[in-house]
């Protein structure tokens, strides 16, 4: 086939999109669509490739193989060879184990299969640490590259139309599967090779419309190809079900500039300049390098590495592709290594054999949880915080709705009780409160129940903007306040992330801290039809008044409220944050936020709460105790290695409850303490 170099110009508005975007560049927001580009140009190229050597009679399954080996695998094992030292110093040991499997997989032309079960998905903050997550693009060609010639092979002697025509077929199935996969499994759809099938094939489908030498030009449609792949790159989001009929427009761009962006047009000639294609024959190198680059930069670095940074890393990142195309691609392709490893044989078993040293090494990086022993100790024990929480907190943390609970649970009880008289409520961050609750309570011989649910403000008739919580919540409160209303409950305490139902977003604590988590708020669930967006400010000023109303109700029915105020967010995943600290030699232990972000993510409740006046009502100022107290205008995260305040980047360790549970404890004996005990008032 001739060689066109609009093509290589196609392959940089791939591959500088997907840079960016893993860059961090919000501009960018669907630059993730240069990888269905990528796909749409290898099935054109290896399809070319096929049917101009079928019908030369030259086609030959162990050459192709050896090709493509030639292709990938040099540069690949680089790469992989280059990240070994870094991960070896900078990683903690969750992320080298991971990344050890995740290089097995890659040896195994698996990593897509790896990617799906692993991470939390594509789109996932986790996933910025991944220094091998690209690769999950790799092994869908790799996949296709095994098993499209053996297709070709065995529908061949039928001939042409019908070998176009179960193309077409497998390429339409494959995306009605991803429609329906955007729908039902996300992350499966985005990584598996069924439902990416149709956007290799309809390159495919291209190179037979363009077999023996045919060309189709028009400025138009090339243009046009051209501005909806442009359209895309700055249109779609992380929110664009991915793939499914969206991607038909940037893989549509991909298809028409091919057809008719050959030479001569004004897209061709775009195409072509010196630049672009510069950057299209560095792509692939490129491509390899830049994740691990910005990768292990995120790992190394405490915070979020700033804009500029990033740019610094990606012009790295250009600089490193053109010396690895220059002194391996090139040479393995055409020079050097064609006389190094000059037979089939030699490349795909010399292959085979540095794969499985690989393997090995992957295996080795999985050994002793992800070789702590390379950590030293203030590391070691910060991270050991990450588990430091009671158990209880398992225990008595719900996440399935479970509305008809056989009350009282009794592993979620003092030792000593036998009703509820002081119930503990609330979601995850009533949780973290839980262990050091029950044990303090036990030793004043003072009657506790613990009964929380995760991502559930304390009340019934809120959904929650999470599927997999939308109507779980309203479901499990609505049992427990049942029980409540027929039990002996005098006193309620109340804990949740108040601030976080209202506003829906994540914790940016202003300093690099961005905590790894979807938008996640609460409406009232008779609006559940309504679809009420996020940023809607009729939505949060119900929620904080549905807050009110709820405590209130509570209060007037004769109960004690003692009501814990919002607990200050850190942002970072603290003992990650210490570990790293000590691995980095640099010596400081001890990570606050600002005082002034605490307030202002939650001035909403606070003075919701504050306005709320009555005899029984008790309140617990976390902030009191976090902020300000260790250091001014700033609220504590970690003292010390062995003095970390969270197990992740928002809840309270052990540690962390030792703070504020003593004034929880100090309000229910106040409460007991009453001459006369409260009358209940039954609804």
């Known amino acids: 086939m001739n060689y066109r170099r609009e093509i290589d110009g196609l392959r940089s508005v791939a591959v500088i999109p997907v840079v960016l975007f893993h860059a961090g560049f919000q501009l960018f927001s669907g630059g993730f669509i240069g990888v269905d580009i990528f796909f749409v140009i290898s099935g054109y190229l290896i399809t070319s490739i096929i049917i101009a050597e079928r019908e030369k009679g030259s086609f030959s399954l162990l050459k192709f193989y050896e090709r493509r080996a030639r292709r990938i695998l040099p540069v690949l094992f680089f790469v992989l060879l280059c990240c070994l030292p870094f991960a070896w110093a900078w990683m903690l040991p969750a992320q080298m184990a991971s990344f050890a499997r995740s290089i097995i997989a890659v040896c195994l032309f698996g990593s897509n299969f790896f990617f799906w079960h692993e991470s939390g998905g594509y789109f996932a903050a986790t996933s910025e640490e991944q220094p091998l997550l690209h690769t999950w693009s790799l092994a869908v060609e790799e996949q296709y590259y095994m098993l499209f010639p053996l297709f070709v092979t065995l529908m061949w002697r039928f001939g042409p139309r019908v070998l176009i025509g179960a193309i077409a077929a497998i390429a339409l199935t494959s995306l009605l599967l991803a429609q329906y996969g955007s729908m039902n499994f996300a992350t499966a759809n985005f990584y598996l090779p069924n439902t990416r099938a149709w956007e290799l094939l309809a390159g495919s489908l291209c190179a037979f419309l363009l077999a023996g030498g045919r060309q189709y030009k028009s400025n138009i449609l090339s243009l046009a190809g ?49 630049p672009m294609v510069g950057i299209g024959l560095i792509s692939y190198s490129l491509y390899l390098w ?29 600089g490193l592709a053109y010396l690895s195309w220059r002194f391996i691609e090139t040479p393995f392709r055409k020079g050097s290594g064609v006389q190094l490893l000059p037979t089939p044989a030699r490349i795909l078993g010399s292959g085979a ?5 690989f393997i090995g090494i992957g295996f080795y990086g999985t050994m002793d949880n992800g070789l702590q022993f390379r950590l030293p100790a203030d590391a070691r024990i910060a991270l050991a915080e990450q588990e430091h929480h009671d158990t209880i907190m398992e225990t008595c943390l719900f996440d399935k709705g479970e509305a008809s609970l056989p009350h009282p649970v009794r592993d979620c009880l003092t030792k000593h009780s036998t009703g509820s008289k002081t119930m503990l409520i609330g979601d995850s961050h009533a949780a973290a409160l839980a262990g050091e609750a029950l044990r303090r309570f036990d030793a004043a011989n003072a009657d506790l129940y613990v009964m929380t649910h995760s991502a559930c403000v304390g009340f019934s008739g809120f959904y929650v903007s999470n599927p997999k919580y939308r109507l779980r919540c309203n479901s499990f ?71 009110v109303a709820d405590i209130q109700k509570h209060l007037d029915a004769g109960r004690n409220v003692v009501l814990v105020y919002p607990i200050p967010e850190a942002g970072w995943n603290v003992p990650e944050l210490v570990a ?86 100090e309000a229910v004996e106040t409460i007991n303490g009453r001459t006369a005990a409260p009358t209940l008032v039954k609804q």
């Open 226 to 274: 051209l501005a909806i792949i442009v359209f895309s790159i700055f249109v779609y989001d992380d929110a664009t079900p991915f793939p499914s009929l969206y991607a038909l427009v940037p893989v549509l761009g991909a298809v028409l500039i091919i057809l008719f962006g050959s030479a001569g047009s004004l897209t061709a000639r775009l195409l072509s300049t010196r």
């Open 290 to 318: 830049h994740q691990p680059v910005f990768a292990f930069a995120r790992i190394r670095s405490l915070t979020e590495p700033s804009m500029f940074q990033m740019i610094l890393l990606a012009l790295a990142c250009c």
């Open 353 to 357: 054999i540095v794969a499985a040293l």
């Open 477 to 547: 409160f609505t049992g427990i306040e049942d029980y409540i209303q027929r039990s002996e409950t005098e006193t309620l305490i109340m804990a949740s992330r108040w601030s976080l139902y209202v506003d829906g977003s994540p914790f940016d604590n202003g300093e690099g801290g961005i905590e790894p988590l979807k938008p996640t708020y609460v409406d009232l669930f008779d609006r559940l039809s309504e679809h009420a967006s996020q940023d809607d400010p009729a939505r949060k000023a119900r929620v904080l008044k549905q807050y």
């Open 580 to 665: 790293k600290s000590a691995m980095s030699g640099v010596g400081n232990l001890e990570f606050s936020t600002s005082y002034e972000r605490y307030q202002q993510r939650n001035a909403a409740v606070i003075t919701a709460f504050d306005a709320i006046s009555h005899p029984n009502l008790f309140r617990v100022r976390p902030a009191d105790f976090f902020c300000n107290s260790f250091i001014k205008d700033r609220c504590i995260n970690s003292v010390s290695a062995e003095r970390i305040f969270y197990f992740d980047d928002d809840h309270l360790s052990d540690a962390g409850a030792t703070l504020v549970v003593p004034a929880i404890l």
